[in-house]
Structure formats: structure tokens, C-alpha cells
């Protein structure tokens, strides 16, 4: 496991933190925060976290401070681990629920016509963020959340918003207390944050956290638009808030930390926008820019711009095919063989599998992991040995998670090395 990601259970740590006489984070039981506001009369809760079991843990924990009614849950944003505890907040309460009338960007939740492809989603998120590995030998952390929280109730507890939000901002009184809802689209473009003047208290949603933004996840995702992400860093700075509150991870406090942060995550985003389309105007193709563009250092070492949860590779090929699609521009590309001609064909190059495994063995030994995988794609690919090959993949795959930062490529090879294994056993049986 990476050193850094070691830290993170330290980090995580189940706690509620006070951010103002009447504020409260319930931070590190679940993926995501939530907050709650105290009124004179009842209570707002603000986004409700992935499972219904822990927004249990979490009430629970504010029923030790209050026990006044809950009147209204504001969800920041439409993404699952943000609004799947509604239910248990609600309760008997039927509290009024308030969201952005905007559409969300997560095709699982959105009511469509137009079916995408959900079981590729559903796969791919549960390898992204480990769903099913062991705590703590597998799994140790989400890269913003922990990895020991409660997964019963994923997505039971959902309700239909009562109040849709449209204007830009919006002034609003609720048990007494002064709020503005402000549209600030980001990681969503259904994003908007809760404003709470008389405290300068800032609950910003996914727009910050403490790690690189997730300019791109890798579960599948339509095109983040990066320049409005970067714009409204600069929107929740103008507010000039005392303490931020984010989505995920700890809350910032005081006002210049709250704007070092928010300048930093703003020139990062900033950069690799930059960068790209400069080596785009250059000829350069996908696949050179991802291994090319890095943020500076003096952002790269951050804290906050860690790549945790976000990839700065992974930002620079989505922001290349989200403004000018697949086609990376060099003619080769347009028409390419399949994966089973090209491989029986470098396979035959190479002089047969037989060479072909003795690279891999090579580079297995090495600590070569990307190439060995490559190779053996081309193994599986073309069909040959391919029992052999999955089962070398998977291997691979555990011991390429070992040295990962990103806490989403770190499942991925896991969760997938488990996948090919157990594909394997199926055949035997």
C-alpha cells in the first residue's frame, strides 16, 4: 500500500465537529459529510451520505445534541452518496426537501427514455471505489472517505425532492434561519451550495475536497465542464467564508486557508486545462499529453491536490475527448485492427507466446508492472493461453495496486484482479 494512503484511517476518524454555535459535520461515517443546522424551531440537514445504515449512525449521533424535528434536507447535489440517507433523516418528520431543478449527470439516477449502458456503470463503480474488498488488507480508504463505514441500505433511502431550486441565487428562511442557495456548478452541473451569511459558514458540496478534483472517474462519466469547475472556485471565494465545509473530507477553517485552498484547487484545474490544449494545438495525441502534462510542484505536493480521489492523467485524456472526442488526430488511429488481429499479429512478431511470456515473466520481475499487463492483454486477446494469461493478469493487477496513490485505481486492479479469479474458478468448477 502507498505511505500516504496509511494515514488514512487516522484521518477518517468517526467525529462531530462543531463549526459554529449551531453547525454541525458529521464527518467519517460514511463517503460523504452531512451537515446539520439548528433552527429555532427544527432542524436543516444538508446532503444525507450513500446508506440508510449510516445516516442511522449519523442521526444518532445528532440526537445527542438535539432533538428538535428535522424541517428540511438540502441536497447539494444528485450523486448517490450525497442524497441516500433522505429516509431515516425524514423520518415521521416529512420535512421539505430541496434540491437544484437542474438534471443530474449520473445516468443511475436519472429518469430517461434513452436507457444508457447501467450494467457497465454498475460494474465499474463498484471496482472504483472497492465495493467488496476487505477492510483493512484491501480496501483502507475511498481517497475523500473512509473505507470501514457501513454499506447496508446503499441507495434505500432516497426521496423526491419537494422544492426545486432554478434561480442563480436564492434567499431563504428556514426555522429561522437565514440561508442563500447559490447554483455552482462543478464536479455536477446540478451543484449548488448553502450560504449561511450571519455564521460565514460555506457548505460547498463535491466543488472542493481534499484531494485533486475528479476531473474525470473513472466508474464512467460525461465531460465535466474543467472551466466551469475552475470558475467556481472563484464564485465560493467572493462569499469569503470563515469555514468551508466540503462534501468529502475535513472542513477548512479560517479565511485565508479557506481561499489558499480554493485559489490552489482553481489554478490546478486551471493548469491542466492549459497545458492540454497547448499540447492539443501542438499535434500531440491523447496519449502523449497523459503521460506529458503534471502539475507543478509547488501544487502537485499539496495536501489538498493529492491524487487521492482525482487523476491528473485521467483529467487530461477526459478533457481531450470532451472537446474534441475520440480521435486523437493521427491518421493511424482513424481505422485501427481489432484488438485479436493486432495482438495475433505482434504475438507472431515477437515469435510466438512462448517469447511473449518470457517478456512478461521479465517485466513481472522487474516491477514492470504496466508493460507485463499490456503483453498480457494481447495473450487474452488473441486467445492464447488464455487461462494462463488471466490468471497472470490478476497477479499482476495485486501487485500494480500495491504501489497506487489513487484510491480508485488501487480498487480497480483489485476488484478486477478478484473478477478474472474468480472467472477462473468458475471454470474449473
Known sequence: MHP????????????????ADNVYQAFGFAASNVYMIIGDDGLIIVDTTETTAAATNILAEFRKITTLPVKTIILTHSHRDHVSGASVFAGDDAPEIITSDISSEDPLLEDTSHPRATKAMQAR?????????SYPDEIIGIGVGPGDRPLQGMGAGMLPPTRLISAARTSITLAGVDLELVMAPGETPDHMVVWYPEKKVLISGDNFYRSFPNLYAIRGTAYREFDVWADTMDLLMEFAPEVLGPGHTKAVFGADAIRDVLTDYRDAIRHVVTETRAGMDAGLTIDQLAH???????????????????????AVRAYFVGTMGWFDGNPTSLCTLSPQDEATRM????????????????????????????LIDRLIHADMDADRARAAKAAVLRDHAVGQINCPTRHYYIQSAKELEQQLDDGDS
Do not use: M, N
Not at 4 to 19: D, G, M, N, S
Not at 125 to 133: A, D, E, M, S, V
Not at 292 to 314: M, N, Q, W
Not at 350 to 364: K, Q
Open 4 to 19: 500516504e494512503l496509511k494515514a488514512h484511517p487516522a484521518y477518517f476518524k468517526k467525529e462531530i465537529v462543531q463549526l
Open 125 to 133: 463503480t463498484k471496482r472504483q471505489f472497492g465495493i467488496g474488498l
Open 292 to 314: 506529458s502534462v503534471k502539475l507543478p510542484p509547488e501544487l502537485a505536493e499539496k495536501p489538498h491536490l493529492r491524487e487521492y480521489y482525482g487523476s491528473v492523467a485521467y
Open 347 to 374: 504475438i507472431r512478431l515477437a515469435g510466438g507466446a512462448e517469447a511473449l511470456w518470457a517478456e512478461i515473466e521479465a517485466a513481472r520481475s522487474a516491477g514492470d508492472h504496466q508493460w507485463a499487463l499490456q
